[in-house]
């Protein structure tokens, strides 16, 4: 197991732009997988290839396919990741890890690339208007709470209903970007949009439990 280390969770030590930096995965993917009729990396492979920006970095990689519509495959691959990697966070860990069974998971290098191509524009608008802000969010002790936060909405996107993986995925990107940028704000507003996805499916469960109730007459 990686030993703790005092560096911050998502690191400044990388300046390159996170669009760019996902991009640039892409084509290191496509290199290490040489020429493999079916090329594909494993979890452990990208977390080795993200350094200092490991944490942030790996949670907006595992989140942003639960996020895309009609991109299929790799939301089940990575969802119960994301939620070990979120209770790392919350643990107090400084860097990421990942056991044997789910860093041998594989990801094709086609869906990277296309969660490239899709995702890209959307997180360089995030860049656009994201600084540094309320950064003590983004940071011990308070990077615990937010670690809470995000095994909750990592444990809502294994909920197996159609649909469920887009708004907690989006919650979690948001939150990454946040702690990536610095910028607490980001992490309040995805705070809050999982925490009202959660309060959502719960009012909905106990909705339906009570339609279920009332129909067979307990």
Do not use: K
């Amino acid at each position: 197991m990686t030993a703790h280390h005092t560096a911050p969770v998502a690191g400044t030590g990388d300046s390159t732009a996170i669009s760019d930096r996902l991009d640039s995965l892409v084509g290191e993917a496509r290199a290490a997988a040489g020429e493999s009729a079916q090329p594909a990396v494993s979890l452990e492979w990208v977390l080795a290839q993200l350094h200092e920006r490991a944490f942030g970095l790996f949670l907006l990689i595992l989140a942003l396919p639960c996020c895309i519509p009609f991109l299929y495959g790799i939301p089940q691959v990575v969802a119960l990741p994301l939620m070990f990697v979120s209770a790392q966070i919350l643990a107090g860990r400084r860097t990421p890890w990942l056991p044997r069974r789910l860093a041998e998971r594989t990801v094709a290098v086609s869906g990277l690339e296309g969660l490239s191509l899709r995702a890209g524009p959307w997180l360089r608008r995030i860049e656009a208007i994201s600084r540094p802000r309320l950064a003590a969010l983004t940071r011990a002790p308070a990077d615990r709470l937010v670690g809470l936060a995000l095994v909750l909405f990592s444990a809502s996107i294994l909920v197996p209903l159609p649909g469920t993986n887009t708004v907690p995925g989006f919650a979690v990107v948001v939150v990454a970007m946040g702690l990536l940028q610095r910028d607490g704000l980001l992490v309040i507003l995805g705070a809050i949009l999982g925490t009202a996805w959660i309060a959502t499916l719960i009012f909905a469960g106990a909705t339906l439990v009570s339609v279920l109730r009332a129909w067979i007459g307990i």
